[in-house]
């Protein structure tokens, strides 16, 4: 069955309002995304971390309605709601039904990271020709986070790729898709723990981990099931500046002494604090290395 899909871009701070008149008008779904994102994890939202900065100024509503709803009374509608909006950013076409979770993969393409990682959608088939040493991972994010379209996936995915992980143990903290751990035993890891929040996410992490036959040394938690025995030769936490701060003193513990980590998700500017705290709960040879507005930091335990 078709649906009306009316796609709106407003200034954040309409969303509230706005979210709350399209499902008056009788939206079926709405989706947020960030109107500058060219890729759906750039799309993904992000809380503000240390520095409070927003990352949205603008927003792209998609709202679903029936197809047989009339164009002209929603948005008669819409506007009564929101005067401030400006109606040559309102606009319909008719979509055909499908697989909406999974919609995004058709735009995925398959990435290189570093010298041998490549990531490759789950629906294409590598390539026969890729060079002897490429090391492939087969992904489906489903709901979770972790594509290596956004810089902060991308900064960790080339730091692993940089490291000799052979035989390593790995944690990876805050797992969404299981990208990084999956990629880390694809390298050559022995073992690796995928930590993460969010129960859909560790069965994303478990799904992957299978589709690249690596399930048998991919184990998966949420962080207060951790083992107090759980123990990283080589750690690696993409999350956000909040909880990487407030994390640092268990990280630390999670670390073996001379484990390499590297932590992902920092906003530029949020990066000086991250980096005295680390400095500071033992944690030497840091560096933050910057992607496009992100920061990666990295150094050993000591
Ligand atoms: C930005 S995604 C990173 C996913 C993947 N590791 C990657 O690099 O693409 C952050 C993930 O961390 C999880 N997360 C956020 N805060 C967390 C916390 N305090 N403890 C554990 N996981 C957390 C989220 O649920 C999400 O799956």
């Known amino acids: 069955m078709p649906w009306l899909e009316l796609q709106l871009t407003i200034d954040t701070g309409l969303q509230p309002r706005a979210e709350a008149a399209l499902e008056a008008m009788g939206a079926l779904s709405v989706t947020l995304m960030d109107a500058d994102a060219d890729t759906p994890d750039e799309a993904a939202i992000f809380e503000p971390g240390l520095g409070e900065t927003p990352l949205w100024r603008s927003l792209t509503l ?5 197809a047989d709803a009339d164009r002209r009374v929603l948005l008669q509608r819409l506007q009564g709601a929101l005067p401030e909006l400006v ?4 606009d319909f ?6 697989d909406w979770e999974r919609a995004w993969m ?20 590598p390539k026969s020709d890729l060079d002897p040493e490429a090391v492939v991972v087969r992904l489906d994010p ?13 900064l960790c995915l080339e730091w692993l790729d940089g490291l000799d992980l052979r035989g390593k143990a790995v944690i990876d903290y805050g797992c ?3 990208v990084l751990a999956i990629a880390a035993l694809k390298i050559g890891a022995a073992q690796a723990i995928g930590v993460d929040n969010d129960p859909q996410a560790l069965t994303a992490t478990t799904d992957n981990a299978e589709r690249n036959q690596v399930a048998g040394r991919l ?9 107090d025995t759980a123990r990283a030769d080589i750690f690696v936490a993409n999350i956000l500046a909040g ?15 001379g484990a390499p980590f590297a932590l992902s998700g920092i906003l530029a500017g949020q990066e000086a604090d991250l980096l005295a705290r680390y400095r500071d709960c033992g944690f030497t040879d840091l560096h933050a290395i910057r992607r496009e507005d992100w920061i990666r930091i990295d150094g050993v335990r000591e």
Do not use: K
């Open 62 to 66: 998609l709202a679903l309605f029936d």
């Open 87 to 90: 109606p040559d950013r309102a």
């Open 93 to 98: 076409r008719v979509v055909a039904d499908r």
């Open 106 to 125: 058709d735009r995925y393409q398959p990435m290189r990271f570093g010298r041998r990682l490549w990531i490759y959608p789950w629906n294409i088939e």
């Open 142 to 154: 489903g709901l979770a986070f972790g594509t290596g379209t956004h810089p902060t996936t991308a």
């Open 176 to 178: 969404g898709s299981g």
């Open 219 to 227: 184990r998966t938690c949420l962080p207060e099931q951790l083992a």
């Open 243 to 257: 909880p990487l701060y407030d994390l640092a003193p268990r990280f630390a513990v999670l670390c073996r002494s």
